[in-house]
């Protein structure tokens, strides 16, 4: 296995479109120089204009064939996307918790582009009490670091700050808080020392898929090829930005991110990518977390 590419195992939801999901890791990983490896959590029935069905999959079967694979196999990191039910969520937790000595991402998805909500309460605590106390790097908007926090803090008290302080004081090692403005891609890393850094780049017109998604599997392969974590967040980074800056439209729905770029020629722009500016730090430091 010597000069074998390190091997990153991913759990979540099969797209068809390849534009997120499982389809979108695997794509992602191969680009960054690892083998991905992955299990099945559920199917969305979808294109890429809309979802139509979420089906999620018998717990059972997802923990026994990441067993397989984890016995079978050297795995150098985990990637953790959408589940459809605590039952599902509890068995990943108990699967990667014989594991702990692997970086763990989290990139959950609880609305799978707006139109099916997957946040039962159920669902919400189970990510909250079994996996983001295991994880390494926890990829989120603040909506969803409130959602988490909620099931044990009071909902009438629930910042993005005291979100924040209580998911990291659970465990969760760090935290890329995201933030889609008009104009502008923000991602903002903490860790309970307060916030590491901060990385914004200027964002297109156009609705790109599998943002989330693109950006944990780049982190994950990174760790995966021995990166520490602020390093590989801010590579990803530049990988996700170079990729939508080529973006490009399969259907009559969103863009799709193009994860092989740099294997394209570069000597013109494709008609309809988007327009941006790569993310630039936006300055170390700053306020401590409010606990």
């Known amino acids: 296995m010597s000069d074998a590419p390190p091997i990153v195992l991913t759990f979540g939801l099969s797209d068809p479109t390849g534009a997120s999901g499982l389809q979108a890791d695997l794509l992602t990983l191969a680009s960054m120089g690892c083998h991905g490896v992955s299990v099945l959590t559920g199917y ?77 309460d159920e669902l ?20 969803t670091l409130m959602q988490l926090a ?76 021995g990166q520490d974590p602020a390093e590989a967040i801010r590579e990803a980074q530049e990988y996700v930005y170079q990729a939508s800056r080529v973006a490009f439209r399969p259907g009559m729905g969103g863009y799709v991110l193009d994860r092989f770029f740099w294997a394209r020629a570069n000597d013109e722009e494709t008609p309809d990518s988007t327009t941006a500016t790569p993310p630039s730090d936006a300055g170390a430091g700053g306020d401590a977390l409010r606990h």
Not at 129 to 142: G, H, M, N, R, V
């Open 124 to 143: 919400l605590e189970s990510i909250s009490e079994l996996l983001a106390p295991q994880t390494t790097i926890l990829i989120a908007d603040s909506q």
């Open 44 to 120: 969305a029935v979808r294109d890429s204009a809309g979802v139509e069905e979420v089906t999620g999959l018998d717990p059972e079967i997802v923990a026994t064939q990441a067993r397989m694979l984890l016995e079978d196999m050297p795995i150098a990191a985990f990637k953790v996307g959408a589940a459809t039910r605590a039952e599902i969520v509890s068995a990943i937790a108990e699967v990667v918790s014989d594991y702990d000595d692997l970086p763990l991402i989290l990139a959950p998805d609880f609305t799978l582009d707006d139109e099916h909500v997957l946040a039962a």
């Open 150 to 225: 909620q099931p044990d803090v009071d909902a009438d008290a629930i910042t993005a700050d005291n979100a924040l302080a209580h998911l990291l004081a659970q465990g969760c090692e760090y935290i890329l808080a995201t933030d889609t403005g008009s104009h502008q891609y923000i991602n903002t890393l903490y860790s309970e020392e307060g916030r590491i850094r901060q990385d914004a780049w200027s964002r297109g017109p156009n609705r790109l898929l599998g943002m989330t998604d693109t950006l944990g599997a780049a982190i994950a392969a990174l760790l995966a090829n």
